[in-house]
């Protein structure tokens, strides 16, 4: 068991250090000028000019051949140097993974090489206001027809629907089937859908509804089997809780260095109960990297993805929500007025952290999956 | 990174796992008084006693992790056995660069004794060396009563091997464990070290790895019983309000388990880490223990609360155990202070 990097990963980390290290500068200077959303799109360019794109993915579809490793050190090394996001994070992290485990051959060549080299942006259409946790109970329908189906229905909270061209697109197939068994997984173009942005409680416009009415997807972007979509879905959702891990931890601890440095700006580095609560989240967060290292490990070394996930959400999401919250709770007024210089921080994040019990899976639905595929309990829904 | 058991490792969880096999009868047995149980003592003291010491120093070589790994698979069952102090106190000797002398630890129990009356854990300690003979009292000894040799904890960092003059047993709240007053009245201190910390740190996760097992056995526990027990014509394991609690335990015993494994590696690599990744596991670790094992209470419902259930065994382990070698409250500070001392040094 060895939690540091072998010679092989440490030559691996040292090329992705000294790329970022000459990269990142020139593209803070264009960053200066340009939206977050250009930055974002210049930054994938960079990335997929460099190589540095799909590296646990097939060599064939454009990827790098690598392991789950290299792409954790990768992006571990990227946000610890707060580099963009880039611009088709989704179609990188869900839909080209779930792609290349479900498609077929002429699947993965249409759809692989765009994804990484950002032709096409990707977004994620699986909630409705109607079903959320409730997943498998979406009503938005596709009706069959000649050479493919039309699909009408409304979605939610989706993260990249703005700037989308592809959707990854669940919908009802067979409504006499049980609930799971007839949903199909489609791969859809989003120009015929009506997108609206949706504002967050800190102000901020992350996620968007999308609107689909009489949509035509064509039979040949249907991923997996018609009414086989549950399992693609799982395995979207499996993937999108084990990749983000690396860049959860990273997100952690830089909020915890942060608190510790506010701490001692406000001069309570002697209180006996900050000190107390600062090596509460300190072992938190210390059990993220730790909890990521081992499943990353265990991935590569050929283990399926499985619930461990779910593990480090939980972990995460109180982290996060108890470092954001003790900030504001250190008493200090400015830290609660966002706007004031330099102080919308801890009360923007505060508020971001509370959707982080609820995105991608809420807690509830994170503990019925432990305590169902962990510990073996019965199932407490239907 | 490769952070997943290695072959041998995982025939080390197998061998205990068999010598675990019936350890929460034994302790069933043992409280309803039947005489200390000689297995699997016997065979833990007769062939394990050396791992993670290196063959050079008279063990039978291996890591710490391996031997967190076994301490942790027997906690899972609350067996009961003297050698996991036993084994402790030996692994505090090795840390700290004491010679163990492998006939003397054939021969009878070992015993690791730090605690001092009213005192912070480690010290200052009243226990005194002057012209090389120990004086002082030392107390919360893990199997001292039984302990031929004890390892004990001194000022200015160093700690002594001896032989207690007298010990009194204390009245423990865990039926299944012996902790002792132990007096020295000028016992000559057969080998002194000056690195006390080298050991305690080892001594420390080696704990830490018994509450993440005595987490894990609580809630597996509370699990197999929320299987069976049925209520409103369901099991209630099926009622998110019992398996969520459950769920919460098992992501805490998972915390702990993470935490423990890298301060082993931490401390066996030689990582400048290892200080403060011992005081994270042994914090998380007795609240995962503490924890679990009053989710297993509730979810047993009044059952729980009765002499014969078990529950209350892994509970009072683990209130025990996380009193062991610095409660939670102080290696969560130490955990703080080391944060603040990092940041403090960047800026």
């Known amino acids: ?382 | 990174m490769k952070a997943i058991l290695e072959e041998e490792q995982r025939l080390v969880v197998e061998v205990a796992e068999r010598m675990a096999g019936n350890g929460l009868q034994n302790a069933q047995r043992l409280l309803s008084g039947a005489p200390w149980p000689e297995y699997p003592d016997h065979d833990l003291m007769a062939n394990w006693q050396g791992l993670a010491i290196g063959e050079a120093d008279g063990g039978s070589g291996g890591r710490l992790v391996d031997l967190a790994l076994l301490i942790r698979t027997l906690s899972i069952r609350l067996t009961p056995c003297r050698y996991i102090d036993h084994v402790i106190a030996l692994q505090a000797a090795f840390g700290a660069g004491l010679p163990i002398d492998f006939k003397v630890a054939d021969e009878g129990q070992w015993c690791l004794a730090v605690a001092e009356p009213r005192t912070p854990p480690f010290g200052p300690f009243a226990c005194r060396l002057s012209n090389n003979r120990i004086d002082g009292t030392k107390t919360g000894v893990p199997f001292g009563n039984r302990a031929e040799i004890a390892i004990i904890a001194l000022e200015d960092n160093r700690i002594a091997l001896a032989k207690p003059s007298e010990s009194i047993l204390s009245d423990s709240a865990d039926p299944l464990a012996e902790y002792a007053c132990l007096t020295f009245n000028g016992s000559a201190a057969e080998h002194v070290s000056d690195n006390a910390n080298g050991g305690l740190l080892r001594a420390t996760v080696l704990i830490a790895a018994e509450l993440c097992g005595v987490a894990q056995g609580a809630v597996d526990n509370g699990s197999a019983y929320a299987k069976e027990r049925a209520q409103f014509g369901q099991p209630i394991g099926s009622y998110q309000g019992v398996a969520h609690q459950l769920a919460e335990a098992q992501v805490a015993t998972e915390t702990a388990w993470s935490l423990t494994l890298y301060a082993c590696w931490a401390i066996d690599s030689g990582n400048s880490d290892a200080q403060k990744a011992v005081h994270a596991a042994k914090a998380k670790a007795s609240e995962a223990a503490v924890f679990s094992s009053e989710r297993a209470l509730q979810v047993h419902g009044g059952i729980g609360m009765t002499w014969e259930s078990t529950p209350h065994l892994y509970l009072k382990r683990a209130i025990t155990r996380a009193a062991v070698l610095g409660g939670t409250h102080w290696h969560r500070q130490q955990l703080g202070s080391a944060l603040l001392s990092k940041i403090s040094s960047v800026s």
């Open chain 1, 1 to 382: 068991m060895h939690f540091d990097d072998t010679r092989e990963q440490a030559n691996f980390r040292k090329r992705v250090i000294s790329w970022l290290e000459e990269t990142l500068p020139g593209l803070r200077k264009v960053g200066k000028e340009s939206s977050e959303e250009e930055l974002s799109r210049h930054w994938q360019k960079l990335m997929h000019d460099g190589g540095w794109l799909g590296l646990a993915w097939p060599k064939e579809f454009g990827g790098q051949g690598l392991s789950a490793i290299e792409e954790a050190i990768f992006n571990e090394e990227c946000v610890r140097r707060d580099a963009p996001i880039p611009i088709n994070l989704l179609g990188i992290l869900l839909g080209g993974p779930t792609i290349i485990v479900h498609g077929t051959d002429a699947q993965k060549k249409r759809y692989l090489p765009k994804i990484l080299s950002a032709d096409e942006i990707w977004c994620q259409g699986f909630s409705e206001p109607g079903n959320g946790s409730d997943l498998a109970g979406l009503r938005t329908r596709a009706e069959k027809t000649e050479g493919g189906w039309r699909i009408s229905g409304q979605k939610v909270w989706t993260s990249s629907g703005h700037l989308a061209h592809k959707c990854l697109l669940l919908a009802r197939t067979d409504p006499s089937a049980s609930k799971h068994r007839g949903i199909t997984y489609f791969l859809a173009d989003t120009s015929a859908f009506d997108i609206r942005p949706l504002r967050m409680i800190n102000g901020e416009a992350e996620f968007n509804e999308m609107f689909i009415d009489d949509v035509f997807v064509a039979d040949e972007d249907v991923l997996g089997e018609v009414n086989g979509g549950w399992q693609v879905a799982m395995t979207t959702l499996t993937v999108e809780r084990n990749s983000v891990a690396f860049n959860l931890q990273v997100w952690a601890r830089q909020a915890l260095d942060r608190l510790a440095a506010e701490v001692m700006e406000q001069g309570l580095a002697d209180d006996t109960y900050v000190l107390e609560r600062l090596g509460e989240f300190e072992a938190e967060v210390e059990a993220i990297r730790i909890g990521t290292i081992r499943s990353t490990s265990a991935l590569s070394a050929g283990s399926q993805a499985g619930v461990e996930g779910s593990t480090v959400k939980l972990q995460w999401a109180h982290a996060v929500q108890n470092i954001a919250r003790f900030a504001l709770e250190l008493g200090a007024i400015d830290l609660v007025l966002a706007g004031a210089e330099g102080s919308g921080y801890w009360i923007n994040r505060y508020l971001r952290a509370r959707g982080h019990s609820i995105e991608g899976g809420t807690d509830e639905i994170q503990k019925s999956i432990i305590a169902e595929r962990v510990l073996g309990l019965p199932r407490s829904r239907l």
